[in-house]
C-alpha cells in the first residue's frame, strides 16, 4: 500500500499503523514520488494526503484514475483544510474517501476496510 | 369764436352723434397747434374728469395732463408724428382731474388737408387701466419668484432675449441691461463644457418646437460658477407658427453639490465595500492556513499519543514517540503565540522587557538551537561575528526575530544550500544579518512580502508549512525597538535579511519608540 505524506511525523505515524495492522508500506514525501512509486510497483490502496508539494494530493488522484493499469486501486485521501470543498474536489477527482486530520486510528482502519474489504494484509500474521 | 364741428374735424356733421356715443374719448387736434384740441369727445369727460370746456379753453391741459414719468416720451412721439406726418400709438399715464392715475392707449392718425399735406390729428384715448393693473400683477409675482424668468425671439439664438427677470442679478450678478444689449450675451457665459451640448438642444428645440427641460453651468458676473435648470417653451401663433419662447431658469448649484457629494461618498462606499470583500477573502484564507497549521501538529499528538497508550512499542520506539509529541506541541505552541503576537501588534500593544543585550550571543544561541534542523535538512549553517554591539531590547521577542529569519532561511532552502548567520556593526547601529542561498523572492511579490499573512505563490504552490506571519512579526517587533528590518533578494541565488537596531547609547539618547 502506498502512502504519501510531506509531513515526517505523519507520515511515520500512519506507516507505523499500517504496518502494526500488517500491511507492508511504500512511503513518499511528495506526488511526484507517489507517482513514480505507483508505477513501479501498483498498490493495493493509496493514502494521499491533500496539501503537499506538488502534484498535491488531487492532482495525483487525477492522474491515477487516468492511469488503465491504475485506475481501479482505490484512493484514501487525508486533508487538513477547514471545510470540505478540497475534500469534495478529491472524491470528484475519484478518490473513494477522505479523513480529516487529526483522526483516529480507527477511523483510518475503518476506511481502510471500506474500500478493501476483502484485502488481505499482504503480509499478514 | 368757434368753427362749425365740419370745419374743425373735417367729419360729416351726421358722425357727430355716433362719435359722442362711443365710449372712447375721441379728438381732432391741428398738427400746428399742438397742445390745442379742435374737438373732443364728451367721453373725455368720464375717462380723466375735465370738463368739455376746459379742453377748449385750456391749451396746455393735455400736456399738463400726461403724468410726469411719461411727459418726455410721449411729447417726443408727438413731435415724430408731427416731423413724419404718420400717426403714433402710444400707452401711458394721465393725470385725472382729480390726481388719480389713469393708463391709456393713445392712437392718432395724420389727416391731409387740400393740398395733402398732413394738418391735423384724429385720434382716440382708450382705458387701458385695467389690462395694465393686470400685466403689473403678473409683472410683480414674476419677479418675485426666486428664479430667472426670460422671453426669447424664437427664430435665432445670438439675439438677446426680449425679457429677463431682474432676478438674473441677484441669481448671476449680471444686470438684465448688460445682458439684453449684448447679442451672444447668453451662450458666451455657458460654462465650456457644456456650451456645445446647451446650443444643440435650443437649436433642436427652435427646430421641432417641443419643450427643452436642460441643466448647464453658467459663468456669474463674479467668476462663479452656477448650476441653472432650465425650462424652456416655444410659444405657438394662432397659426401655429413659433411665435417667441419663454421660460425659467433656477440656480440649483446646491443641489448639484449635494449630488456630487453622494456620489463620491457612494464611490466611497464602494470602495470600502471592495475592501471588506477582499478583507472576507483574506479571512477566509486565514481561517484555511490556521486550519491547516493547527491540525498538522494535532494528528501528531493525537496520533502518537494514541500509539503510545497501547503500549505495544518498545521503549527506544516509546522515548522517539514522546519527542514527536513535544516537537508538535511546540510547533502548536509557536504558532498560538505568533497569532497572539500579531494580535498585539495590530492592537499597538507589544510588551516589551527592556534590558541591555548582547546581540551576537544572542545570534549565535540562536543559530545553534537551528542547527539540528539545518543538519537534518542538508543544510550548511554559520554563524560570524564582527562585532559585539549592545542593544536595548527584549531579550525574548529580539531572539523570536532572529528565529523567525532563520526559521525561514531553512524552509526555503534545498539541501545542499547555506544559510549565514553575521554579527556586525553599521552607521552606528548593530545589524544581524541571516542570508541564505534559497530560491529568492520575486521582484513581484518583494513589496508585500512583510504582510500578515503573505505568502509567496511557491510557497504556496510547494505546500511549504506556515502561515505568513514569521516575517510581519519580526518587523513589527524590530519596529517596536526603534529599529528596522530590510532584505536584498536574488531569485534563484538567495535572500538576505537585514535587522538594523540602535546601539545601547544612541538608544537611552533617543528614546526606544513603541516600546510600551
Redesign the interface.
Known amino acids: 500500500m502506498l502512502l504519501a505524506e510531506?509531513?515526517p511525523?505523519?507520515r511515520?505515524?500512519?506507516g507505523?499503523?499500517l504496518r502494526?495492522w500488517g500491511y507492508e508500506v511504500m512511503a513518499a514525501d511528495s506526488g511526484r514520488d507517489a507517482l513514480e512509486l505507483a508505477a513501479s510497483r501498483p498498490p493495493t490502496l493509496v493514502i494521499l494526503d491533500i496539501?503537499?508539494?506538488?502534484p498535491?494530493g488531487i492532482e495525483v488522484t487525477r492522474t491515477l484514475k487516468a492511469d488503465p493499469a491504475l485506475r481501479h486501486v482505490p484512493v484514501i485521501l487525508l486533508t487538513?483544510?477547514?471545510?470540505e470543498s478540497r475534500a469534495e474536489e478529491g472524491l470528484a477527482a475519484g478518490a473513494s474517501g477522505y479523513l480529516?486530520?487529526?483522526?483516529?486510528?480507527q477511523a483510518l482502519r475503518k476506511a481502510i476496510w471500506s474500500v478493501v474489504p476483502a484485502a488481505v494484509p499482504e503480509n499478514a500474521a | 369764436m368757434r368753427l362749425p364741428f365740419r370745419r374743425r374735424t373735417g367729419l360729416q356733421p351726421g358722425y357727430r352723434e355716433l362719435l359722442e356715443r362711443l365710449p372712447v374719448a375721441v379728438y381732432v387736434s391741428s398738427l400746428d397747434r399742438t397742445s390745442h384740441a379742435v374737438y373732443v369727445s364728451p367721453a373725455i369727460v368720464d375717462l380723466l374728469g375735465y370738463p368739455l370746456e376746459q379742453w377748449r379753453e385750456t391749451p396746455d391741459l393735455f400736456e399738463r395732463a400726461v403724468h410726469p414719468d411719461d411727459r418726455e416720451r410721449v411729447l417726443a412721439a408727438v413731435a415724430e408724428s408731427k416731423r413724419s406726418g404718420s400717426g403714433y400709438q402710444e400707452e401711458y399715464r394721465m393725470l385725472r382731474a382729480d390726481g388719480s392715475v389713469v393708463w391709456v392707449d393713445d392712437t392718432a392718425a395724420t389727416v391731409a388737408d387740400a393740398n395733402g399735406r398732413p394738418s391735423y390729428w384724429q385720434g382716440f384715448l382708450v382705458d387701458v387701466s385695467d389690462r395694465k393693473e393686470a400685466e403689473r400683477r403678473y409683472r410683480v409675482l414674476v419677479e418675485q419668484l426666486p428664479l430667472i424668468t426670460y422671453i426669447d425671439s424664437p427664430h435665432t439664438a445670438a439675439e438677446p432675449p426680449l425679457y429677463l427677470s431682474p432676478q438674473i442679478e441677484t441669481i448671476l450678478g449680471w444686470r438684465p441691461d448688460e445682458w439684453l444689449r449684448t447679442p451672444g450675451f447668453f451662450l458666451d457665459h455657458v460654462h465650456p463644457d457644456d456650451r456645445d451640448r446647451v446650443a444643440q438642444a435650443h437649436e433642436r428645440a427652435r427646430q421641432t418646437g417641443e419643450p427643452l427641460h436642460h441643466e448647464y453651468r453658467f459663468q456669474a458676473r463674479d467668476g462663479r460658477t452656477v448650476w441653472l435648470e432650465d425650462m424652456l417653451t416655444i410659444v405657438h401663433d394662432d397659426s401655429g407658427e413659433p411665435w417667441y419662447s419663454q421660460g425659467f431658469a433656477v440656480d440649483v448649484t446646491a443641489r448639484k453639490e449635494a449630488e456630487a457629494d453622494r456620489e463620491r461618498l457612494l464611490q466611497r462606499l464602494q470602495r470600502q465595500n471592495e475592501r471588506l470583500r477582499e478583507l472576507d477573502r483574506l479571512k477566509d484564507e486565514f481561517i484555511a492556513l490556521v486550519s491547516h497549521e493547527l491540525r498538522t501538529p494535532l494528528t501528531s499528538i493525537r496520533g502518537y499519543l494514541e500509539l503510545l497508550g497501547d503500549g505495544d512499542a518498545p521503549p527506544d520506539e516509546q522515548s522517539s514517540f514522546l519527542q514527536v509529541i513535544e516537537r508538535n506541541a511546540e510547533r502548536l505552541q509557536r504558532l498560538v503565540e505568533d497569532l497572539l503576537l500579531a494580535a498585539q501588534a495590530d492592537a499597538d500593544s507589544l510588551h516589551l522587557a527592556i534590558e541591555d543585550i548582547d546581540l551576537a550571543k544572542l545570534a549565535v544561541d540562536c543559530a545553534e538551537a537551528s542547527a539540528p534542523t539545518a543538519s537534518a535538512r542538508g543544510i550548511s549553517l554559520a554563524c560570524t561575528v564582527v562585532a559585539t554591539p549592545t542593544v536595548r531590547g527584549d531579550e525574548g521577542r529580539l531572539g523570536q526575530v532572529v528565529d523567525n529569519l532563520l526559521s525561514n532561511a531553512l524552509k526555503f532552502t534545498p539541501p545542499g544550500g547555506g544559510v549565514h548567520v553575521r554579527v556586525s556593526e553599521s552607521a552606528g547601529a548593530a545589524v544581524v544579518e541571516v542570508a541564505d542561498s534559497g530560491m529568492g523572492i520575486p521582484e513581484g511579490e518583494q513589496a508585500e512580502l512583510f504582510g500578515r499573512f503573505f505568502r509567496t505563490k511557491r510557497a504556496q504552490r510547494e505546500a511549504v508549512a506556515g502561515v505568513g506571519l514569521g516575517l510581519s512579526i519580526a518587523k513589527a517587533l524590530v519596529e517596536a525597538h526603534g529599529g528596522r528590518i530590510d532584505f536584498t533578494s536574488a531569485e534563484g541565488e538567495g535572500t538576505t535579511f537585514r535587522v538594523h537596531l540602535p546601539l545601547a547609547a544612541s538608544a537611552a539618547a533617543e528614546p526606544l519608540s513603541g516600546a510600551a
Open positions: 510531506d509531513d511525523d505523519i511515520l505515524l500512519v507505523t499503523l502494526r496539501g503537499m508539494p506538488p498535491d487538513a483544510h477547514a471545510g480529516t486530520k487529526p483522526f483516529q486510528s
